[in-house]
């Protein structure tokens, strides 16, 4: 005859053994979500644990041996303390589960109610401690036989607590999960709760426990089913903000390859303006946290069969119905973020907008990579028009981006086949009309035209193509001065232009000095010009750099002085023979411009640094630079830049009316 107290009894021991194979089995397999894993096997370890101890108590009841006794005693309170931790591992998991953490930090999600789990759980703790000794949760009276104390009802309440909580989590974030995980995952508190109060009307069975033990195998049965699936999603998904990362949607376009409904979309390339000047002030770590914020605000103009996602750092990618493009690009314009400030603790809030770059995809047959290049070229286009909000893919675009790819090739060739040549800009000493030294700047025979820096100059700054332009300018100086001083022509210092990117290569004060010495001609008459840049990282490789120079003879220029944030800094750090004043200043369009350039004479006279103002058009500037000790003109008001002929001329007769 079998009666409920082996029923139960079995019960017990049945689910001790689930949970500890569930365990042992998971703990033995590969899995990419470590800490969940972990968790889930801890979650059932403990279960199991807890289900053996709840066993043996039955088991030993009514035995008075000491050793029976002293179990008893052992695996009651075992029992206690492990629905605690089993609470905490409940905890644990749904944390991970819905925000992939579990911690204490200031922008952990729910964390009040992690730190009220936290709390309640040491409290539960100290409570079954005190039990021990005073009985306020049960005893064993004289006859060892397990009585309920006056507290009794605190034990189950306090985890109760705790697991309400917790799964008061899963109900807020109800949309982040299907119904039947929503089920499973508080089955943790309903199955406990309904056995709970049975076990209150009948007084002397274990079905609580045995319920939790059945939610804690659901939950793991759920967790394993669901795992390929998750973990999927996890690859498709960008950690920092939860949107889509590039597999995600390029695959989403690659689904829709060749469908009609494909041509139904737009594509929005888009990035968060001045997003660097966020991190300069509030940090990288805040920085990410509004990132994350923006994706939270963002998403929830998508549609579900629309799609969005973070590209790489302010980068985003929107794939939106064409009829939900002007709403989408609308919010773009403006996107207030709050976020709370890792540093102060406190709320704090930016306001942000967004260039985008769209294609209103035009045809099936694209692979999502295309596409996405498609709307990256409209939002290049945009970023370099910078007036514009929004820049549509056109015919024209893609016209030019084809120029743009023709024209790198072609640059490449020239490179090789010797087609930049050095014009040179005379710099003339204003109270003697002398010439006391000259720019060389490239030019490009290209086609039978001379193209001027402005067509080709951006395209090679990205690129090692203008550390290569640099050599074959500077080779090129060298050998005509060589020329010329053969030929008995008197030749001033000339400057030659070298690009910060060289300044990446240990190597270029000895590769600049061989080029020198190889041409024969005394190291005084060439100059090197560096222009300042916004990159203050930097100082400290221009300083090693000049420095260099200076070691082996040259001297070094520093170019458009006063255009970058920068200028006094670079003045202060490194010993330059020459400024040269950004055209900018010289013009004196500007009221204040007078008061700038009077400084920088003076700061130059000061610390013993030539000056040569550049870009001098007028009769009046050189008048007025002459009253502020500024001498040394560059500017078409006495030459443009000449060509080798042109210049060989000037060299023969290098004065001029001032
Ligand atoms: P930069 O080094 O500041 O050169 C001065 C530019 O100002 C030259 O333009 C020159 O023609 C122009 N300029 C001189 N006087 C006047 C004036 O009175 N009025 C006006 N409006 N402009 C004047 P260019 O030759 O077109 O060169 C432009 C820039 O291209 C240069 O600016 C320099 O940064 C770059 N560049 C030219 N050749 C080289 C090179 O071989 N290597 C590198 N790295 N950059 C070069
Ligand atoms: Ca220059
Ligand atoms: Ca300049």
Same mark, same amino acid.
């Given at each position: 005859?079998?009666?409920?107290?082996?029923? @139960?009894?079995?019960?017990?021991?049945?689910?001790?053994?689930?949970?500890?194979?569930?365990?042992?089995?998971?703990?033995?397999?590969?899995?990419?979500?470590?800490?969940?894993?972990?968790?889930?096997?801890?979650?059932?370890?403990?279960?199991?644990?807890?289900?053996?101890? $709840?066993?043996?108590?039955?088991?030993?009841?009514?035995?008075?041996?000491?050793?029976? +006794?002293?179990?008893?005693?052992? +695996?009651?309170?075992?029992?206690? *303390?492990?629905?605690?931790?089993?609470?905490?591992? *409940?905890?644990?998991?749904?944390?991970?589960?819905?925000?992939?953490?579990?911690?204490?930090?200031?922008?952990?999600?729910?964390? !009040?109610?992690?730190?009220?789990?936290?709390?309640?759980?040491?409290?539960?703790?100290?409570?079954?401690?005190?039990?021990?000794?005073?009985?306020?949760?049960?005893?064993?009276?004289?006859?060892?036989?397990? @009585?309920?104390?006056?507290?009794?009802?605190?034990?189950?309440?306090?985890?109760?607590?705790?697991?309400?909580?917790?799964?008061?989590?899963?109900?807020?974030?109800?949309?982040?999960?299907?119904?039947?995980?929503?089920?499973?995952?508080?089955?943790?508190?309903?199955?406990?709760?309904?056995?709970?109060?049975?076990?209150?009307?009948?007084?002397?069975?274990?079905?609580?426990?045995?319920?939790?033990?059945?939610?804690?195998?659901?939950?793991?049965?759920?967790?394993?089913?669901?795992?390929?699936? $998750?973990?999927?999603?996890?690859?498709?998904?960008?950690?920092?903000?939860?949107?889509?990362?590039?597999?995600?949607?390029?695959?989403?376009?690659?689904?829709?390859?060749?469908?009609?409904?494909?041509?139904?979309?737009?594509? +929005?390339?888009?990035?968060?303006?001045?997003?660097?000047?966020?991190?300069?002030?509030?940090?990288?770590?805040?920085?990410?946290?509004?990132?994350?914020?923006?994706?939270?605000?963002?998403?929830?103009?998508?549609?579900?069969?629309?799609?969005?996602?973070?590209?790489?750092?302010?980068?985003?990618?929107?794939?939106?119905?064409?009829?939900?493009?002007?709403?989408?690009?609308?919010?773009?314009?403006?996107?207030?973020?709050?976020?709370?400030?890792?540093?102060?603790?406190?709320?704090?809030?930016?306001?942000?907008?967004?260039?985008?770059?769209?294609?209103?995809?035009?045809?099936?047959?694209?692979?999502?990579?295309?596409?996405?290049?498609?709307?990256?070229?409209?939002?290049?286009?945009?970023?370099?028009?910078?007036?514009?909000?929004?820049?549509?893919?056109? @015919?024209?675009?893609?016209?030019?981006?084809?120029?743009?790819?023709?024209?790198?090739? $072609?640059?490449?060739?020239?490179?090789?086949?010797?087609?930049?040549?050095?014009?040179?800009?005379?710099?003339?000493?204003?109270?003697?009309?002398?010439?006391?030294?000259?720019?060389?700047?490239?030019?490009?025979?290209?086609?039978?035209?001379?193209?001027?820096?402005?067509? *080709?100059?951006?395209?090679?700054?990205?690129?090692?193509?203008?550390?290569?332009?640099?050599?074959?300018?500077?080779?090129?100086?060298?050998?005509?001065?060589?020329?010329?001083?053969?030929?008995?022509?008197?030749?001033?210092?000339?400057?030659?232009?070298?690009?910060?990117?060289?300044?990446?290569?240990?190597?270029?004060?000895?590769?600049?000095?061989? +080029?020198?010495?190889?041409?024969?001609?005394?190291?005084?008459?060439?100059?090197?010009?560096?222009?300042?840049?916004?990159?203050?990282?930097?100082?400290?490789?221009?300083?090693?750099?000049?420095?260099?120079?200076?070691?082996?003879?040259?001297?070094?220029?520093?170019?458009?002085?006063?255009?970058?944030?920068?200028?006094?800094?670079?003045?202060?750090?490194?010993?330059?023979?020459?400024? !040269?004043?950004?055209?900018?200043?010289?013009?004196?369009?500007?009221?204040?411009?007078?008061?700038?350039?009077?400084?920088?004479?003076?700061?130059?006279?000061?610390?013993?640094?030539?000056?040569?103002?550049?870009?001098?058009?007028?009769?009046?500037?050189?008048?007025?630079?002459?009253?502020?000790?500024?001498?040394?003109?560059?500017?078409?008001?006495?030459?443009?830049?000449?060509?080798?002929?042109?210049?060989?001329?000037?060299?023969?007769?290098?004065? *001029?009316?001032?």
């Amino acid at each position: 005859m079998i009666d409920a107290f082996s029923i @139960q009894i079995s019960f017990l021991i049945y689910e001790a053994v689930f949970c500890l194979l569930a365990a042992l089995v998971y703990a033995a397999s590969t899995d990419k979500l470590k800490l969940r894993k972990r968790i889930v096997v801890g979650l059932n370890i403990a279960c199991s644990a807890m289900l053996v101890c $709840e066993y043996s108590f039955y088991a030993y009841k009514g035995s008075k041996t000491p050793l029976d +006794v002293a179990i008893m005693y052992i +695996v009651n309170a075992a029992v206690y *303390y492990l629905i605690i931790i089993l609470m905490f591992f *409940y905890a644990m998991l749904i944390s991970v589960r819905l925000f992939e953490r579990f911690d204490l930090k200031k922008d952990m999600p729910c964390r !009040k109610r992690i730190i009220a789990v936290y709390i309640i759980a040491i409290v539960g703790i100290a409570l079954v401690t005190i039990s021990q000794f005073n009985g306020i949760y049960y005893y064993f009276d004289e006859n060892n036989v397990y @009585q309920r104390g006056p507290l009794f009802s605190l034990a189950t309440l306090v985890p109760t607590l705790g697991t309400i909580l917790v799964a008061s989590m899963v109900i807020q974030f109800r949309e982040k999960m299907s119904l039947s995980q929503l089920f499973v995952l508080i089955s943790y508190l309903i199955f406990p709760l309904a056995g709970g109060v049975i076990q209150v009307l009948f007084y002397g069975n274990s079905l609580l426990n045995i319920c939790i033990g059945l939610s804690v195998l659901l939950m793991f049965f759920e967790n394993v089913v669901n795992k390929e699936k $998750e973990v999927i999603k996890a690859s498709k998904t960008e950690v920092r903000t939860g949107l889509a990362n590039e597999h995600g949607y390029i695959e989403w376009l690659n689904s829709m390859k060749g469908k009609r409904d494909l041509m139904d979309y737009a594509v +929005v390339f888009f990035d968060l303006r001045k997003f660097s000047d966020i991190n300069r002030s509030y940090g990288i770590e805040n920085g990410n946290r509004v990132l994350a914020a923006f994706g939270n605000i963002m998403i929830k103009y998508i549609n579900k069969d629309e799609i969005l996602g973070r590209q790489f750092g302010n980068q985003f990618v929107a794939i939106v119905r064409k009829h939900n493009l002007d709403a989408f690009l609308k919010v773009l314009k403006q996107i207030d973020v709050s976020f709370t400030d890792i540093l102060t603790g406190q709320e704090a809030q930016v306001s942000l907008s967004a260039r985008a770059g769209v294609y209103m995809i035009d045809r099936t047959d694209l692979a999502g990579e295309d596409i996405l290049v498609f709307a990256g070229q409209a939002l290049s286009t945009a970023k370099a028009k910078k007036a514009d909000d929004v820049v549509w893919l056109t @015919q024209e675009i893609i016209d030019s981006i084809a120029d743009q790819k023709k024209l790198e090739s $072609e640059i490449r060739n020239g490179l090789i086949n010797n087609e930049f040549r050095p014009f040179y800009q005379p710099k003339v000493n204003s109270s003697t009309g002398m010439m006391c030294g000259a720019e060389a700047l490239s030019r490009w025979y290209h086609n039978g035209e001379v193209l001027a820096p402005g067509r *080709y100059i951006p395209i090679m700054e990205p690129t090692d193509a203008i550390c290569k332009l640099d050599f074959c300018i500077l080779k090129a100086t060298c050998e005509d001065i060589a020329k010329w001083l053969k030929e008995g022509i008197r030749v001033p210092q000339i400057s030659v232009n070298i690009s910060r990117r060289n300044l990446d290569d240990p190597n270029i004060v000895k590769n600049i000095d061989e +080029v020198v010495t190889g041409a024969g001609i005394p190291k005084d008459l060439i100059e090197i010009e560096v222009t300042e840049n916004k990159d203050e990282a930097a100082i400290s490789v221009l300083k090693n750099f000049v420095d260099s120079l200076h070691e082996l003879g040259y001297k070094a220029s520093i170019d458009d002085f006063g255009s970058a944030s920068s200028s006094l800094m670079l003045l202060r750090e490194i010993n330059f023979d020459t400024l !040269k004043i950004d055209k900018g200043f010289v013009d004196l369009a500007k009221q204040k411009d007078l008061a700038i350039l009077t400084h920088i004479a003076k700061i130059g006279k000061e610390l013993h640094v030539d000056i040569v103002a550049e870009g001098v058009e007028h009769k009046e500037q050189i008048k007025t630079l002459d009253n502020l000790g500024v001498n040394v003109i560059q500017g078409f008001y006495f030459d443009r830049p000449l060509s080798h002929d042109d210049m060989t001329e000037r060299l023969k007769s290098p004065v *001029y009316d001032v």
